[in-house]
């Protein structure tokens, strides 16, 4: 007579674990504890059992409720977990992925290359120094044996102030870094030796000539330096900055009022295509000397002890040779394709092209 009670439990177990989700199993629920449910039913009909079986029926339908009930609670949780998994799995992150890379800014050219000079000459045991843009006419041209009148001052188109009095030299914006050397000198007693990059004023504007732009300076004061030390110095340097160990160096006799003697220097290139080294073709790049003693001397050396050497170039001249930039305009016009192409990822080279 439980026959029927095992084929319920039977029934409902398949039922159960054929139920795939929980929209599944409710329905079980409902069909077998549920008002029209199947037990429910069994339960109804109790009183309509012989009275010499109903105490048994309905003990052996109160355990069998117990049991389906335990069993639908079980699929429920069963099922439950099952959905959370299929969540998990659904929402499912990689947190090893790399971040998407952040909008950063590039190195602007100028600014790489003023940070690879100061590298080099850094190596060499020369010091950073600087000065103001705006220079008084001494410092700018009368320390540096550049008197006025002289014929020199015609080379540099200078950008004059307003004067501090109406009979004082009017200031100037530096013409060259030059004067950077006079105030090192006057500032810190010998041996010396620094280099100064920074930022130098002439009225003159096209192609290759901006109204700004950026020179590097150098000095080196000691009881006995001399051209050789001037020479190697600057070969190195030159070797180093372009990256070409063989670079040929040609040190050329010329004038320069803050030097005696005095030497431009070129590098070798190739004029036809502008590739720097070999090609037999000469460019000059950078002027140089032994300070003059009047320079020393003005700015309380005493030349009979001390000597040394300078040199001066300009920093967007060297940074369009070493990169093969044909124009001098757009290193200030901030177009962000121009500092694309040539700048410098302060981070990661490889975040260079990744959509920053
Ligand atoms: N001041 C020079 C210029 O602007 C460059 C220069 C030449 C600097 C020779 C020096 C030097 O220190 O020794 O053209």
């Given at each position: 007579m439980t026959d029927d009670l095992d084929q319920l439990r039977a029934e409902t177990e398949r039922t159960l674990a054929a139920a795939a989700d929980l929209r599944a199993w409710d329905a079980v629920r409902v069909g077998v504890l549920g008002r029209n449910g199947t037990l429910t039913a069994l339960l109804k009909q109790l009183g309509a059992v012989p009275a010499g079986q109903r105490r048994e029926r309905g003990a052996?339908?109160?355990?069998?409720?117990?049991?389906?009930?335990?069993?639908?609670?079980?699929?429920?949780?069963?099922?439950?977990?099952?959905?959370?998994?299929?969540?998990?799995?659904?929402?499912r992150i990689d947190p090893t992925l790399p971040p998407r890379p952040l909008p950063a800014g590039l190195i602007h050219p100028v600014s790489r290359t003023m940070e690879e000079m100061a590298a080099i000459f850094g190596a060499m045991g020369f010091a950073v120094a600087e000065g103001p843009d705006v220079e008084s006419d001494w410092h700018n041209f009368g320390a540096l044996n550049i008197p006025a009148h002289h014929p020199a001052r015609a080379d540099h188109d200078t950008f004059y102030l307003p004067p501090a009095a109406a009979d004082a030299p009017p200031p100037v914006l530096r013409t060259h870094t030059s004067p950077v050397q006079v105030r090192t000198m006057l500032h810190q007693p010998p041996p010396i030796r620094v280099v100064v990059m920074g930022r130098t004023y002439r009225a003159d504007h096209d192609a290759t000539h901006s109204p700004m732009f950026h020179q590097l300076e150098g000095l080196a004061i000691d009881r006995d330096l001399t051209l050789g030390h001037l020479k190697g110095c600057l070969i190195d340097f030159l070797r180093s900055f372009f990256g070409i160990a063989n670079l040929p160096v040609r040190f050329r006799s010329s004038y320069f009022p803050f030097t005696e003697p005095s030497m431009e220097v070129d590098i070798g290139w190739n004029r036809r295509t502008g590739e720097l080294g070999g090609g037999g073709d000469w460019l000059e790049i950078l002027g140089s000397g032994m300070v003059h003693a009047k320079v020393l001397a003005n700015c309380g050396i005493d030349p009979a002890v001390w000597q040394g050497f300078a040199f001066g170039m300009g920093v967007e001249r060297v940074t369009m040779l070493k990169h093969g930039i044909p124009d001098?305009?757009?290193?200030?016009?901030?177009?962000?394709?121009?500092?694309?192409?040539?700048?410098?990822?302060?981070?990661?080279?490889?975040?260079?092209?990744?959509?920053v």
């Open positions: 052996a339908l109160n355990r069998l409720k117990d049991t389906l009930a335990a069993l639908i609670e079980a699929r429920r949780a069963e099922l439950e977990d099952a959905a959370f998994a299929a969540r998990l799995a659904a929402e001098l305009r757009p290193f200030y016009d901030s177009d962000i394709r121009w500092l694309h192409h040539y700048g410098t990822s302060p981070l990661l080279p490889a975040l260079l092209h990744e959509g």
